[in-house]
């Protein structure tokens, strides 16, 4: 009997630290990207608020604990909780500066996942029409037509056999008496 075990679960399973130094832990478990986060943008609130305070002296009297603690928790848990096309926000605008740096400023023009070179040729030539005629078996004789035969079909309608292109079947042909 055969088991089979999915490791996705425990593979997905964010990074956490508990143990802080040798002698200290935290009673739980915290995840590392969302305390991360939050200590980036504690510092970015910090110094926006702290040039704030300079200009305005008395801003944030009454809610500097608020303005310091409060947006940095909400900003870490917006950025954990959004996905944007199923990526995490870091790795998407990451993406856009990509494609604005490779595609979007260079201005390349893709038809069918492939570049196209000529778009911004301001003249285009156009080379003389060629019939098109089979070297080999003489088949072939206009662009039009090609060498591949088409299934024969029997009066029970299954295809049996294959015939050259230039005798078109019927269904509902009677069949030749030679």
């Known amino acids: 009997m055969r088991t089979v075990f999915n490791y ?15 002698n200290y832990s935290l009673p739980f478990a915290v995840e590392l990207i969302p305390v991360i986060n939050f200590f980036i943008f504690l510092g970015i609130t910090f110094i926006v608020g702290y040039n704030i305070r300079k200009a305005f002296p008395h801003a944030f009297d009454n809610s500097w604990f608020i303005f310091l603690i409060g947006i940095p928790l909400l900003l870490a ?13 870091y790795l998407y605008f990451v993406d856009v500066v990509k494609y604005f ?21 301001t003249k285009i030539l156009f080379k003389k029409c060629v019939k098109v005629v089979g070297k080999s078996n003489g088949e072939i004789k206009n662009a039009n037509e090609n060498n591949e035969r088409e299934f024969i079909v029997n009066e029970n309608g299954r295809r049996v056999g294959v015939l050259s292109y230039k005798e078109p079947v019927h269904t509902n042909a009677k069949q030749k008496s030679s």
């Open 8 to 22: 996705r679960k425990a593979l997905r399973e964010p990074k956490k630290i508990q143990q802080l130094t040798e």
């Open 77 to 89: 848990y917006l950025v954990t909780k959004i996905k944007i096309e199923g990526k995490n926000i």
């Open 101 to 121: 740096l490779s595609i979007k400023i260079p201005k390349k023009r893709f038809c069918n996942d492939k570049q196209v070179e000529w778009m911004n040729d």
